[in-house]
């Protein structure tokens, strides 16, 4: 008699399951970034008076949603869209000078000082879309496999763009180069008297 284990899903994932699962486009994945963290800056100012602990500690969980609601197609988007959602959000909390130049001041001084948080987020969505593409890629190579084309996904050759040899001692031809390959191959038959 034969034994059939079952493996119990722990609680964890199961409340994981449960969260919804949309697939962004590249450029839907930046704007959901740069929404949420200029909405996240502006409740951040007006809550906790401009925390940079705040602002940090919110960028990092949206740059894993970001990285996991992209699309597969558009991976490679996750970490370049995170960074500009980062620079997004931190104008509300930059606490720049009145007139135009005090504003991009600020910024940039904002920027400078949140380095640490702006990597530490492009990183994990850096992280997240490299393992999600590697998983990506293993699942292609196995089904491809499973469909036995071979190891690098070539078909078996087909008998038609086989080399075949129209007399003993003449040159090989390519099957299927048409009226002007058959008469070169033709002319280049030994003439028998």
């Known amino acids: ?35 949420t963290m200029f909405v996240l800056a502006c409740a951040d100012r007006l809550l ?8 940090g500690l919110l960028f990092l969980p949206v740059s894993a949603l970001t990285a996991l609601w992209v699309r597969p197609a558009d991976l490679v988007t ?28 600020g910024l940039v001084t904002a920027l400078a000082v949140h380095a640490g948080w702006l990597y530490g987020g492009t990183l994990v969505a850096g992280v997240i879309a490299t393992v999600r593409k590697v998983r990506l890629m293993r699942a292609r ?24 040899v129209a007399a003993a001692g003449s040159k090989p031809v390519r099957a299927g180069a048409g009226p002007a390959g058959a008469a070169g191959a033709a002319a280049r038959r030994p003439q028998r008297p």
Request: a positive charge.
């Open 1 to 35: 008699m034969y034994r059939v284990r079952v493996r119990s899903v722990p609680p964890v994932v199961l409340a994981l399951r449960r969260f919804p699962n949309p697939r962004l486009t590249g450029i839907g994945a930046g704007l959901f970034a740069s929404l």
């Open 48 to 55: 906790f008076d401009s925390s940079e602990l705040v602002y």
């Open 141 to 164: 190579r196995r089904y491809v496999l499973a469909q036995g084309r071979g190891p690098a996904g070539e078909r078996p050759p087909r008998a038609a763009a086989a080399v075949s």
């Open 78 to 105: 996750a970490p370049i869209s995170v960074p500009i959602a980062f620079a997004v959000g931190v104008f509300p909390i930059s606490g720049g000078s009145e007139g135009f130049g005090g504003q991009v001041m």
